[in-house]
């Protein structure tokens, strides 16, 4: 009964390779993001979807495409994976309105050698 | 545009010490404000939040009091445990419904010493 749930928990890869990572939340939730976060803990925002829309798009290389088949789902897929694309990326979920945080997963580890 | 800064780390206390956590914010209006934590190995927890102006927020026995003066919202444990050693992050979410994103300020790791 995990609210957000992400797959692989752990993805160890080779330059080049293309990867999708997966996330699921149960909680009804509108809207999906993902976070990046690097080697020093800091989190940044990549994508948003609400109901299936991207909402959200920062400055993130064209190598990943978020795909949203429904509002339940959110996936991640990277083309051509860099060495510097290695960190942890959340998933997470909110409701619509600001009051509300956000709900995460427990991350997937991408390690690029 | 919005932006969340907080007191650089590590801080490291010995059980039982008094914890603050300083966190600062730049927003125009009223932003909701927030406090996550993140144990080893983990994602991130909803801490506590506050949503307008003199809320305290609170949780295991944490506190964060929404100061619209100093734009602050500094975390505070009267009396730290082992346990709560992990990487705090303070943030806030502001905008229109759908496009309020959660941005985060660069977390402080704190070590509690038995």
């Known amino acids: 009964d995990t609210a957000v749930s992400q797959t692989p928990k752990y993805l160890v890869t080779q330059m080049g390779n293309d990867k999708s990572i997966k996330c699921e939340q149960n909680?009804?939730?509108?809207?999906m993001y993902w976070y990046k976060q690097d080697s020093k803990k800091f989190l940044k925002i990549m994508f948003s979807?609400?109901?299936?829309?991207?909402?959200i798009n920062e400055t993130v290389p064209n190598r990943f495409s978020p795909k949203s088949p429904d509002k339940a789902h959110l996936n991640l897929h990277i083309n051509s994976l860099e060495l510097g694309d290695s960190a942890v990326y959340f998933c997470a979920s909110s409701p619509r309105t600001d009051n509300y945080g956000y709900t995460f997963g427990s991350g997937t580890r991408l390690t690029v050698v | 545009g919005n932006s969340v800064t907080q007191m650089e780390g590590p801080v490291t206390l010995s059980e039982e010490a008094f914890l603050t956590i300083n966190c600062t914010y730049t927003?125009?209006?009223?932003?909701?404000l927030f406090w996550y934590v993140q144990y080893p190995g983990e994602g991130l927890q909803l801490l506590l939040k506050a949503t307008k102006a003199d809320d305290k927020g609170s949780n295991k026995g944490f506190e964060a009091t929404y100061r619209k003066e100093t734009t602050s919202f500094h975390l505070e444990k009267g009396s730290v445990q082992v346990s709560d050693s992990a990487v705090y992050f303070c943030?806030?979410?502001?905008?229109?419904?759908?496009?309020?994103?959660?941005?985060f300020g660069q977390g402080t790791t704190l070590q509690v010493k038995p």
């Open positions: 927003a125009t209006g009223y932003p909701s």
């Open positions: 979807y609400n109901n299936k829309e991207l909402i």
């Open positions: 943030a806030l979410r502001k905008g229109s419904s759908n496009t309020g994103k959660l941005i």
């Open positions: 909680l009804g939730h509108d809207t």
